[in-house]
């Protein structure tokens, strides 16, 4: 008998690319995920369920077991922490960069650093590890504001073209970290239901 399993999908930019993932392995939504508000999902593998939530909500839906996979970006597992996670697969796919960004030309000095952010917990660890003290003022959208309203210096923020900086008159400044989207996988699951997660995995793999 196979286990029945629950996959986390985050909602979002990343959502059509993790159902065509998805759909190469055969998991196919019974009825259309776009333009629908349910959030949960039968598939035609009879086992197998996909749940539809905020990407910053996959990595708790996973790792307290109410989901047993998930696919999300690497930045929320930063952000987020992955205890209790494994992280089996880069799907190299939504690729983007996490960077400072601050406004044209602007040199930040060199004293406390007011910086703007939603991700509180990857600036704190990036600017301790450079030594600089910095304010982390956390915001949750329109960080390219920031700047310009004299709210923060720098920001910490995703970066893909840099048009959104480029058009709020900013640039990004110093690369964090290169970010791709990741499948994530219970650490109980992946021992009591080994036999369905295991050629699961396989299978992603071998279609990535
Ligand atoms: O938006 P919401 O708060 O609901 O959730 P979210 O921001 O976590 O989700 P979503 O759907 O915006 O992004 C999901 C995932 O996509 C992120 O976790 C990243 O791993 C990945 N990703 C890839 C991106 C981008 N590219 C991206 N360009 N996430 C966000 N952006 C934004 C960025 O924040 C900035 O506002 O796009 C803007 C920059 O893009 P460029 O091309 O102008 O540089
Ligand atoms: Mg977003």
Redesign the pocket.
Known sequence: MIEPLVIAL?????LFKSLSLLKKAGIIPIESVENNRKLLFNTKKKYLNLIIL???DVPTYVKLGAADMGI?????LLENGSKGLYEPIDFKI???RLMTAGLIGFNVKNTTRKVATKFVNIAKRYYASKGIKANIIKLY?AM?LAPIMNLAEEII?????????KENGMEPKTLIKN?S?RLIVNKTSMIIKYKSINPLIELLISII
């Open positions: 985050s909602k979002g930019r990343i905020r990407a910053i999300v970006g690497k930045d929320v939504s690729k983007c959208g390219e923020d995703i970066v893909d073209t840099g048009n959104t900086l970010i989207t």
